[in-house]
C-alpha cells in the first residue's frame, strides 16, 4: 500500500499539524475540513511548496455519503488510504440540565459516528490489502470525568471503547487502531476559556505550559506509522503530565 493519509478535521489545530508531519513523513495528505476552506488551501499549498502531496476536501464527517465521496476521491487521486486519522471533532461547556436533544447528537454525531463513518468508508480497502492503521483523538477527559463537558467527555470515552474494540476485531486483517489521548492544547478550540483559564491550566501542568499541536501531531505519527507496528489498541496519553 502506498502512504496515504486522511486526516479528519486538518484545516486547523491539531489535525493541521498532524497532516504537516505525516507529510514530512512521506504520506500523500487529504486535507479535510467542513468551513474553513481557506485555511485547508493554505495548508495545501504549503506542503506542496515543501515537495508533498496534498489536497483538500470539505466533507462534513457526519454526513456519511459526504466521508464516502471523500474516501472515493482520495483513492482516485493517490489510492487507497492507508493511514486513517480521525481527528474532526467539537467540544463545548455545558451544564447537563443545559444538554437538549439537538446538542447531544451533534456532539455524538460529529464525534463518534465521524469516526464510525470514516473507519466504514476507509476499511474495505485496508481489508483487501491485509493492512492498515488507524488513529483516533480522544482527549484526557475520555479517560476521566470533565465537569461541564459531560456529553463531550461521553463521546471521548466512546471513541476509546471503539478504539480498543477495532484493535481486537481487526488484528486479524493486519490493521492496527490506536488513540492519542490530548491534555490541554493550544487551538482554536480552547481559546473560549479565556486566557485567565488557559494559564491556570498551563501552571496545573506539570510540565509547565499548554500542550501545541505538534506534540499531539508526533505522538500520532508515531503510533500511526510503521515504527508502531506491535502497538494496537493503545491509548497515548499527551498532557505533560496534566492527568499524572
Ligand atoms: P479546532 O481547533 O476546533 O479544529 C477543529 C477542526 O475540525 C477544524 O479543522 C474543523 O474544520 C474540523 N471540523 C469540525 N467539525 C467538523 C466536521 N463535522 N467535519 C469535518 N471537520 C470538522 O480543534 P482542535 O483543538 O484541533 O481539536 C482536534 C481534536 O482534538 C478534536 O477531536 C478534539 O476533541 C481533540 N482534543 C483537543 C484538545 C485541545 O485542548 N485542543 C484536547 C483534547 C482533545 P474547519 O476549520 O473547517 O472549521
Request: some cysteine; charged content about 20%; hydrophobic content about 45%.
Amino acid at each position: 500500500m502506498e502512504k496515504v493519509a486522511l486526516v479528519t478535521g486538518s484545516s486547523r489545530g491539531i489535525g493541521r499539524a498532524i497532516a504537516r508531519r505525516l507529510s514530512e513523513d512521506g504520506y500523500a495528505v487529504c486535507i479535510n475540513y467542513i468551513e474553513r476552506r481557506d485555511k485547508a488551501e493554505e495548508l495545501a499549498a504549503e506542503i506542496a511548496a515543501a515537495g508533498g502531496r496534498a489536497f483538500c476536501f470539505q466533507a462534513d464527517v457526519s454526513d456519511r455519503a459526504a466521508v464516502d465521496a471523500m474516501a472515493a476521491e482520495v483513492k482516485r487521486r493517490f489510492g487507497p488510504v492507508s493511514l486513517l486519522v480521525s481527528n474532526a471533532g467539537i467540544a463545548g461547556q455545558m451544564l447537563i440540565q443545559d444538554v437538549g436533544d439537538e446538542a447531544w447528537n451533534r456532539y455524538f454525531a460529529v464525534n463518534v459516528e465521524g469516526f464510525r463513518n470514516c473507519v466504514q468508508a476507509v476499511l474495505p480497502d485496508m481489508i483487501h490489502a491485509k493492512q492498515g492503521s488507524i488513529v483516533s483523538i480522544s482527549s484526557i477527559w475520555g479517560l476521566r470525568g470533565a465537569s461541564c463537558e459531560a456529553v463531550y467527555s461521553a463521546t471521548k470515552h466512546a471513541i476509546i471503547g471503539l478504539t480498543r474494540s477495532l484493535a481486537m476485531e481487526l488484528a486479524p486483517s493486519g490493521i492496527r487502531v490506536n488513540c492519542v489521548a490530548p491534555g490541554v492544547i493550544d487551538t482554536d478550540m480552547v481559546q473560549v476559556l479565556g486566557q485567565e483559564t488557559l494559564d491556570e491550566l498551563a501552571r496545573m501542568t506539570p510540565l509547565g505550559r499548554l500542550g501545541r499541536p505538534e506534540d499531539i501531531a508526533e505522538a500520532a505519527a508515531f503510533i500511526g506509522g510503521d515504527r508502531a507496528s506491535f502497538i494496537t489498541g493503545q491509548v497515548l496519553t499527551v498532557d505533560g503530565g496534566f492527568s499524572g
